[in-house]
């Protein structure tokens, strides 16, 4: 049964009329079969918003992904996303029913506040289930509007289902008039990478190659960065005689100059991507492929996270090397995930450096095996703490979805 109509709203739909420009028009197809909207408010939840839709797609493969950013988001400073990530036209009635035209989505996912309530409401009459996360009371009414009652009520109110992280939050939604079955409290999503596993043998082969020596690993390394972990190596050696560095660099065409360079140091190295044989003398394994991080991180308690030395690259995510089990240390310069950064190092589970020698030093500390192993649990707390989150959301939208392709096979 659909909702009666709200007169304020039929009000707010005059006034925020609008006739959508060329600008607003789709650039992108839409992609065939089933698709999921997902509205991200603010930029720093889109890294966790892409965790879980990767996730979600593990468990439906054929699911297409709209994301979409408030009208007014810069997205060039949003992080890249192999998603189509669009800015959401101006809340316009003309705009709203382009957009929901050109994608008709099968589900609508809303994280945080920035209501916009034409494409809400719209999407709702359409018969599309939405859901709201890390719920606000925070409507974005067009200029002019903000005078009508029941914007807020009745927006909030086309949501099947209201997830809030708030006590306060979920209480005033409620007193609103929204039902109570509809409200629930929920912690808000965190990212929860899901490694993809390793060939068992493979790695059985690598720890019998280096026969019980201390491995440290340093991952996405810039070339500015490469006299600094070398020296950091040398420096570890000297308390480590039989330490092994894994060298995995950002750029794979600086694999083979590096090589050289090493060589010419007197550094017994091997190139993994060539002959990859590893000699009980070998104190630098030279490592290009990104793809065989995953093993890297397996091999290596403790793990550099390279590019965050040297300011301008921004550091690189460091979640599968804690999901992965393996103790974090980084540069000062992790802008691009200062986050997730913050909240490794506040739990013990990561250690910033801003030199070579402190880097040194960190290696030894953290190679002794009970230093590692308690970053590695403070570490994995944080990565699972939001699994049990995110598998309800994919549950309550694969029901969306599920009971949504059984209502229109019935028709």
């Known amino acids: 049964m659909s909702k009666p109509r709200s007169l304020s709203l039929a009000a707010y739909r005059v006034l925020s009329w609008g006739v959508p420009n060329a600008a607003g028009q789709p650039e992108h197809p839409r992609p065939e079969g089933e698709l999921i909207w997902v509205h991200v408010n603010a ?44 800015a959401l036209p101006p809340d316009q009635t003309g705009a709203a029913r382009v957009f929901l035209d050109h994608w008709r989505p099968d589900i609508g996912l809303w994280v945080g506040g920035g209501l916009m309530p034409n494409v809400i409401t719209r999407a709702d009459e359409r018969g599309i289930p939405l859901i709201l996360i890390e719920a606000q009371i925070d409507i974005q009414v067009t200029r002019g509007a903000k005078w009508l009652p029941d914007i807020a009520r009745y927006t909030l109110d086309c949501f099947g289902s209201i ?3 708030s006590t306060d939050t979920a209480r ?11 409200v629930k409290e ?9 490694p993809r596993p390793w060939p068992e043998d493979e790695l059985i082969e690598t720890n019998h190659a280096l026969a019980g020596r201390p491995v440290w690993l340093a991952a996405c390394v810039r070339d500015t960065e490469f006299i600094s972990i070398l020296s950091a190596h040398r420096q570890a050696t000297r308390i480590l005689p039989r330490l092994a560095l894994v060298l995995q660099v950002a750029d794979m065409t600086e694999a083979a100059p590096l090589h050289r360079r090493l060589e010419s140091m007197d550094l017994r190295c091997t190139n993994w991507d060539g002959e990859g044989h590893i000699e009980d003398t070998t104190q630098v394994i030279l490592s290009a492929a990104p793809e065989d991080l995953g093993l890297w991180h397996r091999v290596s308690p403790v793990t550099f996270m390279g590019s965050s030395l040297e300011r301008g690259a921004g550091g690189h995510d460091p979640l599968i090397a804690t999901a992965l089990g393996s103790a974090i240390i980084h540069g000062p310069f992790v802008q691009r995930h ?7 190092d506040a739990a013990g589970a990561a250690r910033m450096v801003r030199t070579a020698t402190e880097l040194g030093d960190a290696v030894v500390d953290l190679l002794a095996p009970d230093r590692a192993a308690d970053m590695a649990l403070a570490g994995w707390e944080i990565v699972s703490e939001g699994a049990p989150q995110a598998d309800q959301l994919i549950d309550m939208v694969q029901d969306c979805l599920d009971h949504r392709g059984t209502d229109n096979a019935r028709t």
């Open 43 to 86: 930029q720093d939840r889109l890294r966790t918003v892409l965790d879980l839709c990767r996730r979600l797609q593990q468990t439906r493969p054929n699911l297409s992904i709209l994301l979409t950013a408030p009208p007014e988001a810069d997205l060039s400073r949003w992080d890249q996303s192999e998603y189509p990530l669009l």
């Open 163 to 165: 997830l809030s992280t």
């Open 172 to 182: 005033a939604i409620r007193r609103m008039g929204i039902a109570s079955g509809k």
């Open 186 to 194: 929920a912690p808000p999503l965190h990212v929860s990478p899901n």
């Open 338 to 344: 200062q986050q997730i950064y913050d909240q490794l």
